[in-house]
């Protein structure tokens, strides 16, 4: 394999966070736990003590105390391995990825970095990163939501491991529906979730002079395949081969460039708008939404009359449902990368991811933290849980993702604007592959 280290600052990395409704307005950076230096990768500091620095970008108030608490909880319990966290501003999108291009360049990284779950195997791919198989065997991992595990796994190995996930479905407006006599989609029978046909027919009928029918753009960078992607899975397509090495032949697939046409239909008749307006579907501006678990907050705050119902299903009733969220990894330069595990063992456990999960509002990625959580037995919430565990897949695993996301996103967009679909697909799988052939062909 080639190890080279392809610079993460000239890609579009930064709307990947905006796709897992993460905290991307930060603008502090902060240090949490044990006093001590903010090098990366501190060996021992004193006789036995054993030093684990941690990255993550900077997250909402509630994160930030969850993060000060534990930290503070093991360094009393643990005075032979003391930890420390760093915080890394993301009001500037691209600063967290070019910090770690400039330490991975002058081996200075953390003990402990997190990624976002589709640039797992990109880390792995090159080095970045060490396996976590050690610290997380099989019988554990059966605790996990599938496509965590799916995501966090690289070449049969477990490279990182996340506490929470994120998940899409269809929310809908009570009297819009009604207005149109339109039935209400179940919540909890996905045989009675709206098919593709019904997706698109719906959102014809319920298109006025006032709203859309349906809001299917998340954000145009991350959000176009994380919130899309699964209509690809779904209609029969693939982006890359299994082993991610190849795109041509998937990506650019008949079965992909129908997928394609048929997400088009939605903007090339105006039931959904290329560019919507901020909150359309909170606003009343959209009827329906393809929106993540992170929305439910801001609805239940609303006095929209709302429901919500499963990712719509193919046709032919084949289902998947978008998934993926930041993880944790141990990387190359860990002085302590025995530490490390042991910490990350604690801070992924499950009354620890419970609490993580509770204090950002997002699903728990094992399944028993759910015991220990509340509002996830019925509604939206349930839902959001039952995707995942049913019908999450995560995103294509492969070293290339940046260039893949960057391009689909692009050639998506070009589609939605006239742009010929076979075409367009064909470019994002010539240039993936040639990406591909030159970093990490073995």
Do not use: H
Request: charged residues 20%; negative net charge.
């Amino acid at each position: 394999m080639k190890r080279v280290f392809k610079t993460l600052g000239v890609l579009a990395l930064g709307s990947m966070l905006a796709a897992c409704g993460n905290n991307a307005g930060a603008t502090k950076q902060a240090d949490t736990g044990s006093e001590g230096s903010t090098q990366a990768s501190e060996s021992k500091s004193a006789e036995g003590v054993a030093n684990v620095t941690i990255w993550s970008p900077t997250d909402t108030a509630a994160i930030e105390a969850w993060w000060t608490e534990k930290i503070d909880q093991w360094n009393k319990e643990n005075p032979d391995i003391q930890v420390k966290r760093e915080a890394i501003d993301r009001a500037d999108a691209y600063a967290y990825e070019n910090k770690i291009t400039t330490a991975t360049t002058s081996g200075n990284l953390p003990d402990i970095l997190y990624v976002d779950g589709p640039m797992v195997s990109y880390y792995a791919a090159n080095g970045i990163t060490v396996p976590l198989d050690s610290y997380f065997p099989a019988d554990d991992l059966k605790d996990f939501m599938p496509s965590t595990v799916q995501a966090d796994t690289y070449d049969g190995k477990l490279y990182a491991i996340a506490p929470t996930e994120s998940s899409v479905a269809l929310f809908y407006n009570k009297d819009y529906l009604d207005k149109a006599g339109i039935p209400y989609p179940s919540d909890t029978d996905i045989k009675q979730a709206w098919t593709w046909s019904q997706f698109l027919d719906n959102a014809k009928k319920l298109t006025t002079a006032d709203y859309v029918g349906t809001n299917i753009i998340m954000d145009k960078g991350e959000g176009i395949i994380y919130a899309l992607g699964q209509f690809f899975t779904e209609g029969g397509a693939q982006f890359v081969s299994d082993d991610g090495s190849k795109a041509d032949g998937y990506i650019n697939s008949d079965a992909s460039v129908k997928t394609a046409e048929y997400l088009n239909e939605f903007i090339k008749n105006g039931y959904a708008n290329l560019d919507p307006v901020k909150d359309e579907f909170l606003n009343g501006k959209a009827a329906t939404l393809l929106g993540g678990s992170w929305n439910i907050a801001d609805l239940e705050k609303s006095n929209l009359n709302w429901g919500v119902s499963y990712f719509p299903v193919a046709d032919d009733g084949k289902a998947a449902s978008p998934t993926g969220d930041w993880a944790a990894a141990i990387t190359k330069d860990s002085k302590n990368p025995d530490a490390a595990g042991k910490f990350l063992q604690w801070a992924m456990n499950s009354d620890n991811i419970a609490s993580y999960a509770s204090a950002v509002a997002k699903p728990a990625s094992r399944t028993s933290s759910y015991d220990k959580m509340e509002g996830w037995d019925s509604g939206a919430r349930a839902l959001m849980k039952w995707q995942l565990q049913n019908t999450g897949v995560s995103r294509p695993r492969t070293p290339s993702y940046s260039v893949l996301s960057t391009d689909f996103s692009t050639a998506m967009l070009n589609i939605f604007s006239g742009s010929n679909a076979k075409d367009e697909l064909d470019n994002v799988a010539k240039n993936f592959d040639e990406n591909y052939e030159m970093y990490y062909k073995k």
